[in-house]
C-alpha cells in the first residue's frame, strides 16, 4: 500500500509540473557568439526605476547569454521609459531592445523598440529612451537587451550573433503593466460592492464615496 501511495504522489508531482503555464515557460531562442569572441558585455542596465550592474562573470564564456531572473522590471505603455546601457568595450556598439509584446515566445521585428549605434570610442553610458506602444499585451513577459561590437549596426536578429563580433545578451522579465488598476464599487461579491440604494455618492463624506475608476497608463496620444 505504502508502494502504491509513493507511485501515486510521484504521480501527481509529475503532473503538476506540467500544470505551468506554458506562457510562462515559453522557450526564447539564445544567442552563441563564435568561438573565441567572448569578452565583451554589458556591465550596467537600467530600465526605468530598475538598474543593475552585473559582473564580468557573466559574459565571460562563450554563451555571452544571461536570463536575470532576480526581478520583474514594471513598464507602462506609451510611456518613455528612461533606458540606460554601460559596457566594458572600445569602439562602436550597436544595441537592440526586443520585448516579446504579444507573449508568444518569438521576438518579431516589429518587437525591437530599440535600434541604435553608440559611436562613442569608450565604454561610456549609453542614454536613450524606450517606449511600450499601447497594442503590447499586459502581464509578465521577456526583454532582451542585445550588445554586439564591430558592425556600425544595431543587432538585426534577436537570436543571432553575427560572426566575428563579441558582446552580450541579458534577459529579464518584464511586467507590462495594465491600464486598470482600482474601482468604485468595485466588482468583488462582497459587502464593500454593496451600497444601501436612496444615497447619494457625491464625495461628499466618508460614507459617500464618489463612484471612481483608477488607469495606470501611459500618455495619451
Ligand atoms: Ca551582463
Ligand atoms: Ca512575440
Redesign the pocket.
Known amino acids: 500500500m505504502k508502494r502504491i501511495y509513493s507511485f501515486l504522489v510521484g504521480v501527481a508531482v509529475i503532473i503538476a509540473s506540467f500544470g505551468v503555464s506554458t506562457e510562462a515557460q515559453a522557450q526564447y531562442c539564445r544567442p552563441q557568439l563564435m568561438p573565441g569572441f567572448w569578452g565583451q558585455g554589458i556591465t550596467f542596465f537600467r530600465f526605468g526605476t530598475f538598474s543593475r550592474n552585473s559582473p564580468g562573470t557573466d559574459y565571460a564564456n562563450q554563451t555571452g547569454y544571461e536570463y536575470f531572473t532576480g526581478a520583474t522590471l514594471l513598464a507602462a505603455r506609451n510611456t518613455p521609459i528612461t533606458t540606460q546601457i554601460t559596457t566594458n568595450a572600445f569602439g562602436t556598439k550597436g544595441y537592440s531592445i526586443w520585448i ?9 521585428t516589429a ?1 525591437r523598440v530599440l535600434c541604435v549605434v553608440d559611436y562613442s570610442f569608450s565604454p561610456t553610458t549609453f542614454t536613450t529612451t524606450v517606449t511600450i506602444p499601447c497594442t503590447a499585451r499586459t502581464g509578465v513577459t521577456r526583454m532582451r537587451v542585445f550588445f554586439m561590437t564591430n558592425q556600425g549596426a544595431c543587432p538585426a536578429d534577436p537570436c543571432v550573433f553575427p560572426g566575428f563580433v563579441q558582446g552580450e545578451c541579458e534577459d529579464y522579465n518584464v511586467e507590462i503593466m495594465g491600464d486598470f488598476v482600482s474601482s468604485f464599487p468595485n466588482d468583488a461579491p462582497d459587502a464593500s460592492a454593496i451600497l444601501p440604494r436612496g444615497n447619494t455618492y457625491d464625495g461628499s463624506s466618508a460614507d459617500r464615496p464618489k463612484p471612481s475608476m483608477t488607469l495606470r497608463a501611459g500618455r495619451a496620444s
Open positions: 516579446d509584446m504579444d507573449q508568444d515566445g518569438i521576438f518579431t518587437e
